[in-house]
């Protein structure tokens, strides 16, 4: 790819882009949100034109059309939001848009061939050594590491050359994250040209022969991943070392504000935790561990067999308090002081069709209008004191939020915590899926809302930001929550062992 350009109205994504990557070779495509990533590989992928630059494939010029025709073509992308579909077998989303037909009763073409495409689906299978997925088997009952699995033998299948990876691992426990590693291996030995796209240096590091770096729709430098430092990476990404990643402010603990007894979600067995004002609380765990299943029985949108939640009185408008009970309703515990960020930004945490300024206002319209009603200047001005605060990348709180990146969707939802002025943030992976730039910023803005003695209770899969926000931290492993310790009693590898079953929590 030489020169590639592409603009959206007055929006320059890319500005004269160069990238390539050789058969047999992992090359990573890093960068923040709204770098260009997305852009530039929706133009390799067939799914946007560019408006200036040149595409060769094997020294040959490659121009799609669409996305039908870059498969035809070798070219493939495994999308971070998988694109299969969830009611058909695993062989029918194999042989999707590339079914062997044959020739009916009467002569009539255009029969699918069923014994054919069960070939087909179990070549591509025994390519990637996974044999033991059905090829009968309905995607949606898959787990999601079967899922990607499924995606990617359907690439093969088409007799794909080039492999484009969009953040592979943000759904995968460790062990589906190894053998996904121990597969791009494989498959690179094969001789396919591979794209890996992730905001997780040690990924990069782990995973890539060579790296490039885009910022703000151009190149900013690239590398043999072997022969650079991840502190030279994060540097060229955001202009900033790994060290100002996590940002600490001297912190003193104050009265508990949210004690849970005995909390028994389906499948888990009862958690007991207190968490108190100005502190940050880790809940680690792999995948599967229960952790999202926990929170989101605190918060009422999952039923619980037992248990009590009480939450202290309400520093915001209303002073509410709330005695000893079973979980309340989503809305009670918003009205309460407790707000949620879910771990599935576009399937449930966000309104992805509606504008910011509702995405920011909806649970708390109060005071932005007389009486029942809402002012539109009201609720925009609202919503324009969050953008500018959060620096959210937007052209204001008109704009659509399936529009932006992911990193400032998050920093939308965000948002609506503060507007509603919580006093308990309940945080499911937080940083998932954003660049390490966003990440930054959502680190600093925890640090300052813990020192102002709100309290923070997060749950996430990346350790090192656990281990650098948290002032304690306990452990999930199959549904069982352990004591929760002093964060600097915690290492990585103790975490890492504790949540795998290796050691007791």
């Known amino acids: 790819m030489r020169g590639v350009r592409k603009a959206f109205g007055g929006t320059v994504a890319l500005d004269g882009v160069d990238f390539g990557v050789r058969?047999?070779?992992?090359?990573?495509?890093?960068?923040?949100?709204?770098?260009?990533?997305?852009?530039?590989?929706?133009?390799?992928?067939?799914?946007?034109?560019?408006?200036?630059?040149?595409?060769?494939l094997d020294g040959a010029p490659y121009a799609p059309k669409s996305p039908r025709d870059a498969r035809r073509a070798g070219v493939a992308m495994i999308y971070q939001e998988l694109s299969l579909a969830p009611h058909l077998s695993v062989m029918d989303n194999i042989a999707l848009g590339i079914e062997p037909s044959r020739t009916g009763p009467l002569g009539a073409l255009g029969m699918v061939d069923r014994k054919a495409v069960r070939s087909t689906a179990r070549a591509a299978l025994d390519q990637l050594g996974h044999a033991e997925i059905a090829a009968d088997a309905r995607v949606a009952a898959l787990s999601p590491a079967a899922q990607q699995l499924v995606e990617i033998a359907r690439a093969l299948a088409t007799g794909?050359?080039?492999?484009?990876?969009?953040?592979?691992?943000?759904?995968?426990?460790?062990?589906?994250?190894?053998?996904?590693?121990?597969?791009?291996?494989r498959l690179k030995q094969r001789g396919l040209a591979i794209v890996y796209i992730s905001h997780f240096v040690e990924e990069i590091m782990r995973v890539s022969?060579?790296?490039?770096?885009?910022?703000?729709?151009?190149?900013?430098g690239g590398g043999i991943t072997s022969q650079t430092q991840s502190?030279?990476?994060?540097?060229?990404?955001?202009?900033?070392?790994?060290?100002?990643?996590?940002?600490?402010?001297?912190?003193?603990p104050g009265a508990p504000l949210l004690v849970v007894k005995g909390l028994a979600p389906d499948r888990l067995d009862p958690a007991t935790f207190t968490l108190h004002r100005g502190e940050i609380f880790g809940v680690a765990g792999l995948?599967?561990?229960?952790?999202?299943?926990?929170?989101?029985?605190?918060?009422?949108?999952?039923?619980?067999?037992?248990?009590?939640?009480?939450l202290g009185v309400h520093a915001g408008p209303g002073r509410r308090?709330?005695?000893?009970?079973?979980?309340?309703?989503?809305?009670?515990?918003?009205?309460?002081?407790?707000?949620?960020?879910?771990?599935?930004?576009?399937?449930?945490?966000?309104?992805?069709?509606?504008?910011?300024a509702d995405n920011m206002t909806l649970t708390h319209l109060d005071g932005l209008g007389p009486a029942f009603f809402v002012s539109p200047l009201r609720q925009r001005a609202a919503a324009r004191t969050w953008i500018d605060r959060l620096d959210i990348k937007t052209t204001g709180p008109l704009q659509r939020v399936a529009s932006l990146s992911g990193g400032n969707q998050q920093k939308v939802a965000i948002a609506r915590l503060l507007h509603h002025d919580v006093d308990v943030l309940v945080l499911d992976e937080p940083t998932r899926g954003i660049d390490v730039g966003s990440k930054a910023q959502i680190y600093r803005l925890l640090?300052?809302?813990?020192?102002?003695?709100?309290?923070?209770?997060?749950?996430?899969?990346?350790?090192?930001?656990?281990?650098?926000?948290?002032?304690r931290i306990a452990v999930m492993s199959r549904g069982r929550m352990g004591p929760p310790r002093p964060a600097a009693e915690w290492t990585e590898h103790a975490l890492l062992m504790a949540s795998s079953g290796a050691r007791a929590v």
């Not at 990876?165 to 426990?173: G, I, K, M, N």
């Not at 910022?215 to 900013?220: I, S």
């Not at 202009?239 to 600490?248: K, Q, V």
């Not at 599967?288 to 039923?303: C, K, N, P, V």
């Open 447 to 471: 640090d300052e809302l813990a020192s102002q003695q709100k309290a923070i209770l997060i749950v996430s899969s990346y350790f090192p930001e656990l281990l650098a926000l948290c002032d």
């Open 23 to 56: 058969g047999g070779e992992v090359c990573a495509l890093v960068g923040q949100n709204g770098a260009g990533k997305s852009t530039l590989m929706a133009i390799l992928a067939g799914a946007a034109d560019p408006d200036a630059g040149v595409m060769m």
């Open 321 to 356: 308090r709330l005695g000893e009970g079973g979980p309340s309703s989503p809305a009670d515990w918003w009205n309460r002081g407790m707000g949620m960020l879910s771990e599935d930004r576009t399937g449930e945490g966000l309104a992805t069709e509606r504008n910011v």
């Open 287 to 310: 995948l599967g561990s229960g952790r999202t299943r926990l929170l989101r029985g605190l918060f009422g949108l999952d039923a619980v067999k037992s248990g009590t939640v009480t």
């Open 209 to 220: 022969d060579r790296f490039a770096v885009l910022r703000d729709g151009r190149n900013a």
């Open 160 to 185: 794909c050359r080039v492999l484009v990876f969009d953040e592979p691992t943000s759904s995968l426990a460790q062990d589906d994250v190894r053998r996904l590693f121990d597969l791009i291996a």
């Open 231 to 252: 502190d030279d990476i994060v540097r060229l990404m955001v202009g900033r070392t790994l060290e100002d990643l996590y940002p600490r402010r001297s912190r003193v």
